[in-house]
């Protein structure tokens, strides 16, 4: 599979998916000074919540926007929603863009794919008929799929892995197609 084939998929299923996990609504932070973002595509817009001690948040994030920062893919967009007591009662209402960090579900990568025609074996009067034979072999790449990360590292050796800058270039490019529908 190659590079930007395995890019495009990636894309796909987290921006289909809705693959985001977030922290809570207390890990959001400002998001840094940068070129204006593009407007938020609605379609995209996850549900937001998070408790506390002291009360809870229930909103909304709209991405605009992925980047690298330090090595991690974030997204920026506004974050909107509602902050209450721990009574539940309203106590204000928040509106702000923020950067957010952006996971990307399990990966699986293709390991083996073999497939054996029918055989039929005649040893001395032993018949052994045997059907097609498809042997399917894929890998789970995920935190703590220790032999899964390692054979989807061994089978991308040749073609790059995507940098964090790289795979928000092309988030950022599906982003805008999307603003146009």
Do not use: E, K, Y
Not at 71 to 92: E, F, I, K, P, Q
Not at 99 to 114: E, F, G, H, R
């Amino acid at each position: 599979m190659t590079s930007r084939l395995r890019l495009s998929m990636i894309a796909a299923t987290l921006l289909v998916a809705l693959g985001f996990s977030f922290t809570g609504a207390g890990a959001a932070t400002a998001a840094p000074s940068a070129p204006a973002a593009a407007a938020p595509v609605t379609a995209l817009t996850t549900p937001i919540t998070g408790t506390g001690d002291n009360g809870s948040f229930a909103g909304t994030f709209t991405p605009s926007r992925f980047s690298g920062q330090n090595g991690n893919l974030v997204a920026t967009g506004v974050l909107t929603g509602t902050v209450s007591d721990a009574s539940g009662d309203t106590v204000g209402t928040v509106t702000r863009t923020v950067a957010l960090p952006v996971t990307i579900a399990a990966v699986t990568c293709q390991v083996l794919n073999l497939v054996l025609g029918p055989l039929h074996l005649d040893l001395l009067g032993l018949v052994i008929d045997l059907n097609q034979v498809h042997l399917l072999i894929n890998a789970v790449q995920a935190p703590g799929n220790l032999l899964g990360n390692l054979l989807c590292a061994i089978t991308h050796l040749l073609d790059g892995t995507p940098t964090a800058g790289g795979l928000a270039a092309l988030l950022n490019a599906i982003l805008a197609l999307l603003g146009r529908l």
